[in-house]
Every structure is written in structure tokens, then in C-alpha cells.
T-cell receptor, first 117, second 115 residues
Framework: AQTVTQSQPEMSVQEAETVTLSCTYD???????LFWYKQPPSRQMILVIR??????QNATENRFSVNFQKAAKSFSLKISDSQLGDAAMYFC??????????????FGKGTLLTVNP | GAVVSQHPSWVICKSGTSVKIECRSL??????MFWYRQFPKQSLMLMAT?????????EQGVEKDKFLINHASLTLSTLTVTSAHPEDSSFYIC???????????FGSGTQLSVL
């Protein structure tokens, strides 16, 4: 079974600074997808960034980028120029590449990010 | 972007009663919907996967007779918590997949409190 581990229950960062959230996963699959989701106090799940395992290039979305190390099964999220609105719970998630019921997501336990003004 | 509407956003009920939660895809057809449960300060745990027109597939440990899922149309899935008890109090979130697209869209969640 696939597992997703986020070893940092809480992190804090100063506004405008950079922070990196860690995520490791375990799978026997060779092709899969990895995600970072943000859950603000409203509790609405928001997709931050997505990475396909077959792509070597790290995904980037504006101030958000990932460091995907497939061999190490590591998928960290870097937030640059942190803003107060980035404060939220961040979940790392995994899913297999094939569709159907394999489309389900496995989530890590989350990292609560605090942004200090 | 695609919108998933989930209702109600919160509900309080008495122990022993049943509660229905709706999840609607407003501007797309959702071939597959997922129901998650989230306890305070914890992760989302998948409860079941439902495909339109067929029976839901439940995750291990989830009582299918207690958590009834219906996905009768391509835009609506419902989760009914039957004979609710205080331990069923939780935050329930649905997500929907549009056709064969890669993205999942999440509802805004339902906070259930059973007294």
C-alpha cells in the first residue's frame, strides 16, 4: 500500500521569506502523480501544484515549486516570498497513474504553516 | 474553473437520526466522486469511491450500511450517515473527477456534529 509521510507537523516562516515543506512517500509503482494541496481555515481544499513521476523537470507554479527526487521518493514544496495568505494546512498527496478506482488520493498528515508578519 | 457544491456546510443532529450530505458538480459531469472524512487537525481519509450508476467501493474499515453512498446521476452524489452517533461527528469532504480529466475538484465540506 502507498503511504505518504509529512514529518513536519508545524512550520513557520516570516513574511517574504522562503520555506520548504517536506514529504516522502512509499510506492512500488513506477508511474504516479504527486500533489500538494492547501487547506486554509475555510477548509476548502485547493490544489497548489502537481508533479507527474515520469517527468524529471520539477513543477513550478508562480511562487510554488517542488523538489522531486524520484529515487529518494521525496517531494518537497518550496514557497518563495511567503505571503500572509499562504498560512494554511498543506497536504502532500499521491495517486497511481492509471484511472478508475486508482484515481483515489492518499494524503499525508499535513503540515500547518504559519506566516509571521 | 469547475465547481463542486456541497450541502449542507454544517449540520447538527441528534443521536440515532440520519443525515444526508449532497455533492453536486455544477458545470461538469462527474463520472467518479470520492468521499473523505477528516477529524480535527488530521488528514483526509478516503471513505469510498462512487461511479455513476454503480455501487460505491468502500475502503477497508468503513461500514457501508452506515455510510450510504448514492451516485444516481453524473452531477450528484449523496452520502447518508444512518443512525448517527457522536463518534460520527467529523468533517466530510467530497471530490469529483470530470470525465477522464486529470484534475479533481473538491467540495467545501460538511461539518457534522452529532449530539
Amino acid at each position: 500500500a502507498q503511504t505518504v509521510t509529512q514529518s513536519q507537523p508545524e512550520m513557520s516562516v516570516q513574511e517574504a521569506e522562503t520555506v520548504t515543506l517536506s514529504c516522502t512517500y512509499d510506492t512500488s509503482e513506477s508511474d504516479y502523480y504527486l500533489f500538494w494541496y492547501k487547506q486554509p481555515p475555510s477548509r476548502q481544499m485547493i490544489l497548489v501544484i502537481r508533479q507527474e513521476a515520469y517527468k524529471q523537470q520539477n513543477a513550478t507554479e508562480n511562487r510554488f515549486s517542488v523538489n522531486f527526487q524520484k529515487a529518494a521518493k521525496s517531494f518537497s514544496l518550496k514557497i518563495s516570498d511567503s505571503q500572509l495568505g499562504d498560512a494554511a494546512m498543506y497536504f502532500c498527496a499521491y495517486r497511481k497513474s492509471s484511472g478508475g478506482s486508482n484515481y483515489k488520493l492518499t494524503f499525508g498528515k499535513g503540515t500547518l504553516l504559519t506566516v509571521n508578519p | 474553473g469547475a465547481v463542486v457544491s456541497q450541502h449542507p456546510s454544517w449540520v447538527i443532529c441528534k443521536s440515532g437520526t440520519s443525515v444526508k450530505i449532497e455533492c453536486r458538480s455544477l458545470d461538469f459531469q462527474a463520472t467518479t466522486m470520492f468521499w473523505y472524512r477528516q477529524f480535527p487537525k488530521q488528514s483526509l481519509m478516503l471513505m469510498a469511491t462512487s461511479n455513476e450508476g454503480s455501487k460505491a467501493t468502500y475502503e477497508q474499515g468503513v461500514e457501508k450500511d452506515k455510510f450510504l453512498i448514492n451516485h444516481a446521476s453524473l452531477t450528484l452524489s449523496t452520502l447518508t450517515v444512518t443512525s448517527a452517533h457522536p463518534e460520527d461527528s467529523s468533517f466530510y469532504i467530497c471530490s469529483a473527477r470530470e470525465g477522464q480529466r486529470e484534475k479533481l475538484f473538491f467540495g467545501s465540506g460538511t461539518q457534522l456534529s452529532v449530539l
